[in-house]
């Protein structure tokens, strides 16, 4: 069984640019919870897709977006980057929507200049 | 609005000893509590949960108590080891909606051998 992974490790961009973040849900998950986790706080959550749709968004602006595709993997794309932008980006995946059970990938650095 | 909140960033602990952890909360409607374990440059770590209806539940060394008249959560580890040097992190969650977890800040356990 394969656990969740994301790419990339570490990025590092330009404010005003675009970035996409990419997860592999653990097997036999179809749910897919973003989160992002500023230096020195907890993760805050930013989505969830379920069977391709956002099932639940969190405080965060539109330029926050994300797709979910057949197999469950998903994408976290941010617009016009800002330098709070600067995070670990976590993707977490469920067997379901209506479970307390997230299983948290490693996560991606994203370096905003 | 910080609607969990762990008041000690960090604790140092003698090996062997016991560590408590805690965390508060402020939405009554809170259900489900979770407590998850941070490596660097590892996701979170799902480490022991608790749910609404019990003040207690207990996994080897770990233990968690809910006192929910004083919206209050804790973390004992007994007896605490250098692996278990770490930052904790508490969420909680609710049926309400989408199932998302509320982190607090973590805590930093550095336990010393």
Known sequence: ETGVTQSPTHLIKTRGQQVT??????????????????????????FQYYREEENGRGNFPPR??????????????????ELDDSALYLCASSPNPATYEQYFGPGTRLTVT | DQ??????????????????????YTNSMFDYFLWYKKYPAEGPTFLISISSIKDKNEDG???VFLNKSAKHLSLH????????SAVYFCAASTASGTYKYIFGTGTRLKVLA
């Open chain 1, 21 to 46: 973040l990419r997860c592999s849900s653990q097997s036999g998950h179809n749910t897919v919870s973003w989160y992002q986790q500023a230096l020195g706080q907890g993760p805050q959550f930013i």
């Open chain 1, 64 to 81: 926050f977006s994300g797709l979910q595709f057949p197999n469950y993997s998903s994408e976290l794309n941010v617009n016009a980057l």
């Open chain 2, 3 to 24: 609607q969990v909140k762990q008041n000690s960033p960090s604790l140092s602990v003698q090996e062997g000893r016991i560590s408590i952890l805690n965390c508060d």
């Open chain 2, 61 to 63: 060394r770990f233990t």
């Open chain 2, 77 to 84: 580890i007994v007896p605490s080891q250098p692996g278990d």
